[in-house]
């Protein structure tokens, strides 16, 4: 038996999978009223930026993994045009459907299917651009998403990996007290659960900071790794290209 992280308790990692899919269960319903609330519609900025990286043409192939909502995928499909592909995945039902029914509702019928990143169901080499924003914390095996992300990829193909990251030392006070809190408090609110929070708030103190990353990102492939820091390293957005 192996154990691993669920926010700050140790748990045998065959549980965290689950454990992590009854925290989005709860939240799909209030995730994009949170994301505003939580951030004071900051990730809105922080996904534009994103996108205006990627630099997508028309006739791209994208892979957007945890895509959840359906936020970079939309922005994305828009940017690819009808020659080009996006795929909107992610591991949680409750969350996929949530984003595929808003994708719907704005007139974008985007293939969506459920897929765990550490097994990819794809060809190697099949992608210009794999994406994944705020998910890479919640996996049990980052190593292994992330070289599956890579192999996924074209020579030369990009992997966007947009996560909450270590923040500022000034800030790091202020931060944490509003992450333990203040969000917890508003998740009760409004979505009926602080507990959720709670681990989310867990969850990006034991994500990787934005050097550990980046060394995790060129082991699994990636020839060369920037680094791009927002809101003071509340965020931030590691772009590899692959060799």
């Known amino acids: 038996m192996t154990d691993t992280h669920f926010g700050f308790k140790t748990v045998d990692e065959g549980q965290k999978a689950h454990r992590v899919r009854g925290v989005f269960d709860s ?28 630099d997508l043409r028309s006739g791209d192939q994208v892979l957007d993994i945890a895509g959840g909502t359906g936020d970079l995928a939309r922005a994305f499909a828009r940017k690819v045009g009808a020659d080009g592909l996006v795929l909107h995945t992610d591991i949680n039902e409750a969350m996929l459907r949530q ?11 985007l293939p969506t299917l459920i897929c765990d990143a550490e097994t990819l169901p794809f060809a190697t080499g099949r992608f210009d651009l794999v994406s994944v924003a705020f998910g890479l914390r919640n996996m ?53 659960d602080g507990e959720s929070y709670r681990y989310l708030a867990e969850s990006i103190r034991m994500h990787p900071g934005q050097a550990e990353l980046k060394a995790m990102m060129k082991d699994a492939g990636f020839g060369h790794v920037d680094v791009h820091n927002m809101s003071a390293g509340v965020v931030a957005l590691h772009v590899g290209i692959k060799c």
Do not use: C
Not at 100 to 108: F, H, P, S
């Open 99 to 109: 984003g595929r029914d808003r994708l719907l509702d704005e007139g974008l019928a």
């Open 27 to 54: 939240v799909a319903s209030k995730y994009d009223v949170m994301n505003d609330l939580m951030s004071a519609g900051l990730h809105r900025a922080w996904k534009a930026y994103t996108v205006a990286v990627a």
């Open 140 to 192: 049990t095996h980052k190593d292994k998403a992330l070289a599956e992300m890579n192999r996924v990829l074209k020579p030369g193909g990009r992997l966007l990996v947009l996560e909450f990251s270590k923040v500022a030392a000034p800030l790091a006070k202020a931060y944490d007290w509003y992450s333990f809190n203040v969000l917890p408090r508003i998740g009760q609110m409004v979505a009926g």
